[in-house]
Nanobody, 126 residues
Framework: QVQLVESGGGLVQAGGSLRLSCAAS???????????MGWFRQAPGKEREFVAA????????YYTDSVKGRFTISRDNAKSTVYLQMNSLKPEDTAVYYC????????????????WGQGTQVTVSS
């Protein structure tokens, strides 16, 4: 079993920045580098949507078009942590942000991720 704990959310003005972190742990948790990681978000009244993903070793990243050039996903395998640096935030980025992990899949499909965190709220005011 893998536990994922997100942190770093909060309230920020439009144009500001936040860095989200997601720390992985677990009784049967194997090496963090064996897991591809993703960030998803869900705004009120909307479906959960893909934000960014990073491959097992961190050599490949993938972003949804709306965050390209503003958000950066990275990972520190020694700390079992994945990050999402969010710059130039917009009110439409307001959502609960979730991190997800999977040993076998990397990409934008939420159904392919086996493990999920509880989420952290990001609110961007105009």
């Amino acid at each position: 079993q893998v536990q994922l704990v997100e942190s770093g959310g909060g309230l920020v003005q439009a144009g500001g920045s936040l860095r989200l972190s997601c720390a992985a742990s677990g009784r049967t948790f194997s090496s963090f580098s064996r897991y591809a990681m993703g960030w998803f978000r869900q705004a009120p009244g909307k479906e959960r949507e893909f934000v960014a993903a990073i491959s097992w070793g961190g050599t490949r990243t993938y972003y949804t078009d709306s965050v390209k050039g503003r958000f950066t996903i990275s990972r520190d395998n020694a700390k079992s942590t994945v990050y999402l640096q969010m710059n130039s935030l917009k009110p439409e980025d307001t959502a609960v942000y979730y991190c997800a992990a999977d040993q076998f899949h990397y990409g934008s499909s939420s159904g392919e991720y086996a493990y999920w965190g509880q989420g952290t709220q990001v609110t961007v005011s105009s």
